[in-house]
């Protein structure tokens, strides 16, 4: 990516812009990247809304300071912009560890561009790599969830037909054979019934009608998660509940997300009762937050979806295999022994349906299944 693509004009033009109240501006703080624009003095002219978060400062406070006051010295952000300056040409470092003098270190992508007639103006943009890699990962998720709803209509159609013909012709059979090759007959009916109940549960991957969205109460639904967790497969698991009671309803359909945490409410209890025979004690948490400045970009709008209502599903399991971290939403992937490898696939087409997020991370040896839900508002979504 080239961080010139950002922007054409200067950074005292986009100033100027903004001052203006012209439009140009608001197109750069519409992106995730952090824009800054400085000259040859290292003086910061512009930093969109995502530089604001970055350097923890307001547009006002950044565009009166320089770099030096927010990085030190041995930062690559300074000779990259004078690279950018001297070759006239963008220059990028895709990998590295930026430190910042009032906090922390993070992991991003530099690049930096010259503009202007005199060279003197750079515009600099950075990305945080852990942006980069959710971005990837939730392309990686929808694209999941529609290669099953593709799958899904297809072996629906193909599969069920040959099957009746299958179990119609063994029932013929069955009244003219034998005693003894009856049995087989039977298990020929047996395997045909097994094998469209695997139908079925493909069959709910395929189109549906559109998800009619409206307010819910999450902690009702995880409630009920609960409460059905605990009197079947899970009677034998602590589970612990960290909820933010200041909630507000999110945007979304009741009964397809008791389905969505019913699977990961499972799914985490299984992996706890794989681990409790090293620790001793299988528990799970379930958490709730509001978690601000979570945002994607919306396939039914021009803007962004604010995504603000994060749900966690935590286990203490053995985790997850590296070679299966990057395909756990795919259909018929899974670490059980007798496992469909449904059930995830599931999670990430109905969370795209309620327009959401489901992210899976691992944090303090423990293994985390994360939804992010829109809050539910009377005019719809909220577009930024």
């Known amino acids: 990516m080239?961080?010139?693509?950002?922007?054409?004009?200067?950074?005292?033009?986009?100033?100027?812009?903004?001052?203006?109240?012209?439009?140009?501006?608001?197109?750069?703080?519409?992106?995730?990247?952090?824009?800054?624009a400085v000259d040859?003095?290292?003086?910061?002219?512009?930093?969109?809304?995502?530089?604001?978060?970055?350097?923890?400062?307001?547009?006002?406070?950044?565009?009166?300071?320089?770099?030096?006051?927010?990085?030190?010295e041995d930062s690559p952000i300074f000779w990259l912009a004078q690279q950018a300056r001297?070759?006239?040409?963008?220059?990028?470092e895709n990998d590295a560890a930026l430190d910042f003098l009032h906090y922390g270190m993070a992991q991003v992508a530099i690049h930096a561009s010259p503009v202007g007639d005199d060279g003197g103006?750079?515009?600099?943009?950075?990305?945080?790599?852990?942006?980069?890699?959710q971005i990837d990962r939730q392309l990686n998720h929808r694209s999941a969830a529609?290669?099953?709803?593709a799958m899904a209509s297809m072996m629906a159609h193909e599969i069920r037909n040959p099957l009746a013909g299958i179990k119609g012709a063994a029932q013929l059979l069955e009244r003219s054979v034998?005693?003894?090759?009856?049995?087989?007959?039977?298990?020929?009916?047996?395997?045909?019934?097994?094998?469209?109940?695997?139908?079925?549960?493909?069959?709910?991957?395929?189109?549906?009608?559109?998800?009619?969205?409206g307010p819910v109460n999450i902690h009702e639904v995880l409630g009920r998660v609960r409460a059905s967790a605990e009197h079947g497969f899970a009677r034998s698991t602590r589970i612990v509940?960290?909820?933010?009671?200041?909630?507000?309803?999110?945007s979304g359909d009741r009964d397809q997300l008791i389905q969505v945490f019913m699977n990961l409410v499972k799914n985490a209890v299984e992996a706890g009762q794989a681990g409790a025979a090293q620790t001793g004690q299988n528990e799970i948490c379930i958490r709730t937050a509001y978690r601000s400045g979570v945002r994607i970009a919306s396939p039914s709008s021009d803007g962004f979806v604010r995504l603000p209502i994060v749900i966690s599903?935590?286990?203490?399991?053995?985790?997850?295999?590296?070679?299966?971290?990057?395909?756990?939403?795919?259909?018929?992937?899974t670490t059980k022994a007798n496992g469909s490898g449904l059930g995830l696939a599931l999670v990430a087409k109905i969370v795209e349906e309620q327009g959401g997020v489901v992210e899976f991370g691992e944090e303090g040896g423990r293994t985390s299944f994360k939804v992010l839900l829109a809050a539910h508002q009377e005019n719809g979504p909220r577009n930024d």
């Not at 033009?13 to 109240?21: I, N, P, Q, T």
């Not at 103006?121 to 950075?126: E, L, S, Y």
């Not at 599903?313 to 992937?333: A, I, K, M, T, W």
């Open 40 to 72: 040859r003095h290292q003086n910061i002219h512009f930093a969109n809304l995502a530089a604001e978060q970055l350097l923890r400062s307001s547009r006002q406070m950044i565009c009166q300071r320089k770099l030096s006051h927010y990085f030190p």
């Open 241 to 250: 509940e960290k909820y933010d009671p200041s909630l507000p309803a999110v």
């Open 313 to 333: 599903v935590e286990d203490n399991g053995p985790g997850v295999p590296d070679d299966l971290r990057d395909h756990l939403f795919d259909p018929f992937v």
């Open 86 to 92: 001297e070759s006239g040409n963008t220059v990028a």
């Open 121 to 133: 103006d750079v515009v600099v943009c950075i990305r945080e790599q852990a942006i980069a890699r």
């Open 178 to 213: 034998d005693a003894e090759d009856r049995s087989l007959t039977q298990l020929i009916c047996a395997e045909v019934d097994r094998l469209n109940g695997l139908v079925d549960r493909i069959e709910v991957f395929s189109d549906r009608p559109a998800v009619r969205h």
């Open 2 to 36: 080239k961080a010139v693509a950002a922007t054409d004009f200067s950074a005292h033009h986009a100033e100027a812009l903004s001052e203006r109240g012209m439009p140009g501006w608001r197109y750069l703080n519409a992106l995730s990247d952090s824009i800054l």
């Open 146 to 149: 529609r290669s099953v709803t």
